[in-house]
């Protein structure tokens, strides 16, 4: 995922650190909002944050790893956070609502930067500017709907962010923004829906998605070598990938394959 670090913007954003003097040292989020303007801020988030809500219930079943979502809203607030049933939160991030995640409250990382770019950004424990998020790996992508930035879905783990977990953020941030679609009565147009996969394509997609190689593949199907990478390329043509992560996620949004074929 070495094109989602965009270090530039991470060397940009120590300088900044340092030049608005913020301490490395800090334990927790320098700022935060004032009860009655949390209260403010949820309420102008409300729906943003009940989108939120369904789409991780819809998934929650699948989420086993020591990772969390966060909820962020477009000018960097916590908003709402969610993990597996069970899970105990492992490292030194105080999640309260209403914590800024922006750059002068906790320094470097993915989710100002996601902000700023409008994409999806991957930072490493390396790139934190502040002690207490060296342990963390953060995957922030864009909630976009009606055309704005309404948001980031952050993911957050103590271990590398895996493709299957990238695959499954990307894939909520959809599902939120197409639900507060639908919500505020849009009508949600699918350019892409007329695509289709042969049955061939369909089985090497649903073996990519579980991880598996080209050589993989023939082997287990039983097809020429060569004929695998043919489909695999006209898989990407068809939806418009450049990768197999890409791939991959537009299929998912298409639910051309399954979050349980990930697994």
């Not at 477009?74 to 956070?81: K, V, Y």
């Not at 598996?212 to 082997?219: G, L, N, R, S, V």
Request: glycine share 6%.
């Amino acid at each position: 995922m070495k094109h989602l670090q965009h270090e530039k913007e991470v060397l940009a954003s120590w300088r900044r650190c340092i030049e608005h003097g913020l301490v490395n040292t800090i334990l927790y989020p320098v700022l935060h909002l004032a009860e009655g303007a949390l209260d403010t801020k949820l309420q102008e988030n409300n729906l943003i944050i009940r989108s939120f809500e369904n789409a991780v219930e819809s998934i929650r079943y699948l989420m086993k790893g020591d990772y969390f979502f966060l909820l962020v809203s477009s000018d960097g607030f916590l908003l709402g956070e969610a993990s597996r049933i069970g899970y105990k939160q492992k490292g030194a991030i105080e999640l309260k609502k209403g914590i800024s995640l922006m750059e002068k409250s906790i320094g470097t990382s993915a989710v100002e930067i996601s902000i700023n770019l409008k994409k999806a950004v991957y930072t490493i424990p390396e790139h934190h500017y502040c002690d207490f998020l060296r342990t963390l790996y953060f995957y922030s992508t864009p909630i976009i709907y009606n055309g704005n930035l309404s948001g980031c879905l952050v993911a957050v783990d103590i271990h590398t962010i895996k493709s299957e977990l990238l695959m499954i953020t990307e894939l909520l941030s959809y599902r939120i923004s197409s639900e507060c679609r639908k919500k505020v009565g849009k009508k949600i147009i699918h350019q892409d829906l007329h695509i289709q996969l042969g049955e061939k394509q369909l089985l090497i997609l649903k073996m990519l998605s579980s991880g598996m190689t080209e050589k993989a593949i023939a082997i287990e199907t039983g097809l020429n070598y060569e004929t695998i990478k043919y489909h695999k390329r006209k898989i990407f043509d068809k939806l418009n990938a450049d990768c197999t992560i890409n791939a991959i996620i537009k299929a998912l949004k298409l639910n051309l394959i399954s979050l349980d074929q990930l697994e």
